[in-house]
């Protein structure tokens, strides 16, 4: 049952409303709601904090926008810094209309770009390779309707919306044993074709199964639909947590880990970058960066393969290794042993053989420091 809540009652609401619904003819419902969600919470501030306030005329930065700003700052819990951009970000696009409607150019100026804090930068999320491992084994076990979608999206990189919004025809023959999933319009307003093997061939025939048996009538759709979107794509999350509490694994995997994990599996097993891209359907590389997790032992692995097999670079001439002997012997071995063991620290978790081992890599610069100064006559 939606909960609607009473009408803004607040002298301003005309106004605001008036600007929201001005500049969100062409957007989304979502974002309109976001809007309108947006102004309800600033008006909401003032009617409680600044009741003085009745008309365009009166707002002022300080102490209404700033003091809304320390608002909700001050929430408990704390707001997370993407919310909080967003919602600046939100009333600083209504108070633009505003001074555009009622040429009231000091309202453009209220809330300003550098009230904005830095966006948190987003790490990578895959999932660990003994969470997938344990994860997919669990799902193989179980062969049920979630199961059976979350290898889905393990095994084609798609958002869970992207999923269910799969036709039952997504299946699509590409060339003599070539198969390719048609994901439809997702998040970016992109559709596209995912080459998938036999496996996953399998796993949308076991799916068809599941939508046979469900007693909901036929539709296009792949997967049977109770209810809305938004409650589906809450079972399945709801389906994951339950796998992932009964093995014992943290109950805070959420089903975007599974796109995370096979856009660096892809990466890893050679695919190139704009392939990649359009594997997930992005149209920003630096969209796609923060999808991959490069490790230590990737950067290893390349750097290695670089130097044995260049790809661009010209034969270099062969040059005969002249042996060193005395002092400068004894310097080189203790750079190289200083270099690996600083390599094998890096790639320890923090404990107590990380730092056992940073305190030696710190003798052996010492060590270095004291034959630099070395004079044998």
Same mark, same amino acid.
Request: proline residues 7%; charged residues 25%.
């Given at each position: 049952?939606?909960?609607?809540?009473?009408? $803004?009652?607040?002298? @301003? =609401?005309?106004?605001?409303?008036? =600007?929201?619904?001005?500049?969100?003819?062409?957007?989304?419902?979502? +974002?309109?709601?976001?809007?309108?969600?947006?102004? /309800?919470?600033?008006?909401?501030?003032?009617?409680?904090?600044?009741?003085? #306030? &009745?008309?365009?005329?009166?707002?002022?930065?300080?102490?209404?926008? @700033?003091?809304?700003? =320390?608002?909700?700052?001050?929430?408990?819990?704390? $707001?997370?810094?993407a919310?909080?951009?967003?919602l600046? *970000?939100?009333l600083?696009? #209504?108070?633009?209309?505003?001074?555009?409607?009622?040429?009231?150019?000091?309202?453009?100026?209220? $809330?300003? &770009?550098?009230?904005?804090?830095?966006?948190?930068?987003?790490?990578?999320?895959?999932?660990?390779d003994?969470?997938?491992?344990?994860?997919?084994?669990?799902?193989?076990?179980?062969?049920?309707?979630?199961?059976?979608?979350?290898?889905?999206?393990?095994?084609?990189?798609?958002?869970?919306?992207e999923? !269910?919004?799969?036709?039952?025809?997504?299946l699509?023959?590409?060339?003599?044993n070539?198969?390719?999933?048609?994901?439809?319009?997702g998040?970016?307003?992109?559709?596209r074709? *995912?080459? *998938?093997?036999?496996? #996953?061939?399998?796993? #949308?025939?076991?799916? /068809?199964?599941?939508?046979?048996?469900?007693?909901?009538?036929?539709?296009?759709?792949?997967?049977?639909?109770?209810?809305?979107?938004?409650?589906?794509?809450?079972?399945?999350?709801?389906?994951?947590?339950?796998?992932?509490?009964?093995?014992?694994?943290?109950?805070?995997?959420?089903?975007?880990?599974?796109?995370? +994990?096979?856009?660096?599996?892809? @990466? &890893?097993?050679?695919?190139?970058?704009?392939?990649?891209?359009?594997?997930?359907?992005?149209?920003?590389?630096?969209?796609?960066?923060?999808?991959?997790?490069?490790?230590? +032992?990737d950067?290893?692995?390349?750097f290695?393969?670089?130097?044995?097999?260049?790809?661009?670079?010209?034969?270099?001439?062969?040059?005969?290794?002249?042996?060193?002997?005395?002092?400068?012997?004894?310097?080189?071995?203790?750079?190289?042993?200083?270099?690996?063991?600083?390599?094998?620290?890096?790639?320890?978790?923090?404990?107590?053989?990380?730092?056992?081992?940073?305190?030696?890599?710190?003798? @052996?610069?010492?060590? $270095?420091?004291? !034959? &630099?100064?070395f004079?044998i006559?």
């Amino acid at each position: 049952m939606i909960r609607r809540q009473p009408p $803004l009652r607040h002298p @301003l =609401a005309a106004d605001f409303q008036r =600007a929201v619904d001005s500049f969100c003819a062409a957007l989304k419902a979502d +974002t309109t709601r976001h809007y309108h969600g947006t102004v /309800r919470n600033f008006l909401t501030y003032l009617g409680a904090h600044h009741p003085q #306030v &009745r008309r365009l005329d009166q707002l002022s930065r300080d102490p209404h926008i @700033l003091g809304w700003m =320390a608002h909700l700052r001050a929430r408990t819990p704390p $707001l997370a810094t993407a919310s909080y951009i967003n919602l600046l *970000v939100a009333l600083r696009s #209504v108070l633009y209309e505003l001074a555009r409607i009622h040429r009231k150019p000091e309202l453009a100026d209220m $809330l300003r &770009r550098e009230d904005l804090p830095r966006a948190p930068q987003r790490m990578p999320r895959p999932l660990t390779d003994e969470q997938d491992q344990r994860l997919q084994e669990e799902f193989l076990r179980r062969n049920d309707l979630g199961a059976n979608v979350f290898l889905l999206l393990r095994n084609t990189g798609m958002r869970i919306g992207e999923c !269910i919004d799969l036709s039952n025809d997504c299946l699509r023959s590409t060339g003599p044993n070539q198969w390719a999933i048609h994901v439809p319009l997702g998040k970016l307003q992109t559709e596209r074709m *995912v080459p *998938v093997d036999a496996f #996953v061939c399998e796993l #949308v025939q076991r799916l /068809r199964f599941f939508r046979s048996l469900d007693p909901m009538p036929q539709d296009k759709w792949l997967l049977a639909r109770p209810g809305t979107k938004v409650a589906l794509v809450r079972q399945f999350r709801d389906y994951l947590h339950q796998v992932c509490h009964s093995l014992g694994m943290p109950t805070n995997i959420v089903p975007h880990q599974t796109r995370h +994990t096979y856009a660096t599996q892809m @990466l &890893r097993a050679g695919i190139s970058f704009p392939v990649l891209m359009k594997l997930l359907g992005h149209s920003d590389p630096a969209m796609t960066m923060r999808y991959v997790d490069v490790a230590l +032992t990737d950067l290893q692995r390349e750097f290695h393969l670089a130097r044995e097999h260049p790809r661009h670079l010209p034969p270099q001439p062969k040059t005969a290794l002249i042996a060193k002997t005395g002092l400068d012997a004894v310097r080189d071995a203790l750079i190289a042993a200083q270099h690996v063991m600083e390599m094998f620290r890096r790639s320890l978790p923090n404990g107590i053989s990380k730092n056992q081992l940073n305190r030696l890599v710190n003798r @052996l610069t010492k060590i $270095l420091t004291k !034959i &630099r100064t070395f004079k044998i006559s």
